[in-house]
């Protein structure tokens, strides 16, 4: 029991704020609020710029001599000033205003400080010409209207001689009643709010809404009665979407009013009595002024008030982006070219060019109808990548263009509405475009140097021999290598785009390809060789196949050419060959894809007898020849390796003829023993 009552007197000692206070007690009945605080003054050594508001939520009338204000430091956690109001009744939903300096306050938040001046010597009430309390923590003499306000603005009792702290970016405010040190309101922040901006947090018939950043409001009950979220202005609309605050409130009535201010008027265009979230108005005026007023009343009386003045945008003339030249060649200069496609000049002035990095350039003079006019920016164009905005007077983008990888020596240029790097530089004239890759067929791009384009099949695909592989079109192919690892197959349609090298043999090294449908490349034909030195062609021919250190050779016209295939073994003699005919380190290269280019002769021929059936003689050949070949298809279905008898290769006797000569003795043995099992075993 004793454990127990000390751990409830610990809890309780724990639990309490660290005050200076002896008692503290929070109040179940909430007078007078905090609604909003400016915690910045208007420089950060000075604190005539902050401010306090209250508001008195009840339905009753509040004495304010019953009340104090104090802030507490975060540096040592005490209390460092404590200051009371007056003897002052405050009426229900009226507003209380704390400020170091009255005239400091006046004049930031733009009162007409010579109409207050007037009405006050003219015996008027500044709490009635305010519509609220206002209270001074000091006072600001340094001029004759500082000392005039200072002297109608009442001060509060400070006890502590101390100023009330609030602190920028870590402060804490409590507002309690004098006698009892009943705490009825405090709040707190521990960020730095800008000097134009407030905390608010509105309060209306004891309820109590969320505090948020805005604007500063003095002396409205309802600060962020709606809150503007965005805004769109464009030549004949505006739109304008709200956060509306206070939609738990009923029967306040609402108004919203659009009027046209331009050149002095004040004219109503628009009025409506509710306020949603959304606002649009169509069909104004091009690059006019306009004013939307937006108000809240509860008896009769402005609780909030919103106003925004905005100019519709003017409609400029459309001008073009049409030429870049970001890498010039030696001795020549960057350029961007515009055009103008209307029909009468336009006017420079107030336009503007823009980079990918923010960088602007001011345009000036004018540039004619239906022309071009070049200008040098005084910011760099990136080579490897790039952003151009061309701006109008109201900084709306009128044109742009990308790019990355900028050609040495190439311009980007607009042409029949598409951009593309072009050879050709067209500055002040209509862009005429010789593409970075140029057209060619298969047998043109073989004659020159450059880059170009080619469209054909594959004939060779890659990895079948080497990386490189063979394109054709027609009776023509060409050698395409690559540094990367393709998957092409033989009968594909590709356009190819990259440079051509001329070497031994003229190859094309590949930048880029698409595939194509079939349809769109022309087939590929097996001509006769003519001329072997025209290489990369696909020939037909028909030769005699002869080996040679393990390699298999023909010639024609006395050059020997080397027979090179991808996946079967070639036989020596008289055969009809196709194939693309290159070149490699030592020989000329005939290179052979598949089996069925190659046609042996004796393979072909057969001699009938004269009435029409084969002689023994041909049957005992026809036979050895069936061997043969059946031998022959085994060899290249399983790859039997070559037999080391090298008279059996000489007379081209495989193993498997041997087997069918032997089939008829072993079948007969067969037969034999199964008889003399039944007739002496059964």
Known sequence: MKWGLFLLILATLLLLPNFSFAKINFSTSQNLLIQEIKTEGISASSHYGEWIEITNSS??????????????????????????????????????????????????????????????????????????????????????????????????????????????????????????????????????????????????????????????????????????????????????????????????????????????????????????????YSNLFEDTSYRLNIEAKISEKIIFSLEINFQTLKHFPKLLLNELYPDPKTGEDEFIELYNPNNFPVDLNSWSLKDKANNSFSLSGQIQAQDFLIVYPTFALNNDEEKIFLLDPALFIQDQVNYINALDGYSYSLFENIWQWSRLITPNAKNQIIPLYLPETVDSAKQIEDKVQVKGKIVIPPQSFASYFYLGEGSSALKIESTNKLNFKEGECLLIYGEIKQEKEPYLSLENYKILPSSSCLNINFSQIENFHNLAQLISTEADIFSEGGSYFINFEGTKIKLRTSSFKLQKGKAKIKGVLGFGAKYYQLFILKSDWVEYESLSKKTPSPNGKLTKNQSQKQASLNAFNLGQIKSQVYNYQDFSDQRLKEENYPVSSYVIWLAPYYLGILIFGSLAKILFFA
């Open 59 to 280: 339905n009753n009338a509040v004495n304010l001599a019953d009340f104090c204000l104090v802030s507490k430091k975060e540096t040592n956690n005490t209390l460092a000033s404590y200051n009371c109001f007056p003897v002052v009744n405050v009426l229900p939903q009226e507003i209380i205003i704390v400020t170091y300096s009255g005239y400091d306050f006046l004049q930031d938040n733009q009162f007409d400080l010579d109409a207050l001046k007037d009405a006050l010597n003219s015996g008027d009430n500044l709490t009635d010409l305010l519509g609220g309390y206002l209270f001074e923590l000091g006072d600001n003499t340094s001029s004759v209207d500082a000392s005039f306000f200072s002297q109608k603005i009442p001060n509060l009792l400070n006890i502590s001689k101390s100023r009330l702290y609030l602190g920028d970016d870590n402060g804490e405010i409590f507002l309690f009643k004098k006698n009892t040190q009943e705490i009825i309101d405090q709040t707190s922040w521990l960020e730095e709010i800008d000097k134009d901006k407030s905390l608010v947090r509105p309060v209306y018939n004891s309820e109590i809404f969320p505090w948020e950043i805005t604007t500063p409001s003095p002396f409205k009950i309802f600060p962020l009665f709606v809150k503007l979220e965005t805004a769109n202005i464009t030549y004949t609309e505006a739109s304008f979407q709200f956060k509306k605050i206070f939609d738990p409130l009923i029967n306040v009535p609402e108004k919203i009013s659009l009027f046209e201010i331009e050149g002095g008027k004040n004219e109503l265009i628009r009025e409506e009595n509710s306020i949603s979230e959304n606002i649009n």
